[in-house]
């Protein structure tokens, strides 16, 4: 199982950029694939997550309303659009996965995880 996250970079406020996470050695479909982030000195936390199975999905408030998750099951790769990007935005973003059906952004219930990728949001 590998989780590959790409997409990060140097955005302004305002601004979007949209991550990818290319699964490979399982597929989408009973799994749920979490979006985590950790800001420079802070803790892990998880702000998405969307089911394989069923295309539920989840934000965390702070994101809600400007980040979209998405999957494409034919590409076994999930998508986050970020948009009107924060300073506070700026973190490392992971993805990660676990085999099951119930979405969840608890660190501890995801099994396998993608390296990260920086985002950060500065003028």
């Known amino acids: 199982v590998q989780l590959q996250a790409s997409g990060g970079g140097l955005v302004q406020p305002g601004g979007s950029l949209r991550l990818s996470c290319a699964a490979s050695g399982f597929t989408l479909d009973d799994s749920v694939i979490g979006w985590f982030r950790q800001a420079p000195g802070k803790g892990r936390e998880g702000i998405s997550a969307?089911?394989?199975?069923?295309?539920?999905?989840y934000y965390v408030p702070s994101v809600r309303g400007r980040f979209t998750v998405s999957r494409d099951n034919a590409k076994n790769t999930v998508y986050l659009q970020m948009n009107s990007l924060k300073p506070e935005d700026t973190a490392v973003y992971y993805c990660?996965?676990?085999?099951?059906?119930?979405?969840?952004?608890?660190?501890?219930?995801?099994?396998?995880w993608g390296q990260g990728t920086l985002v950060t949001v500065s003028s």
């Open positions: 990660a996965a676990v085999m099951a059906r119930l979405i969840s952004t608890q660190e501890s219930a995801y099994d396998f």
């Open positions: 969307i089911s394989g199975f069923d295309g539920t999905t």
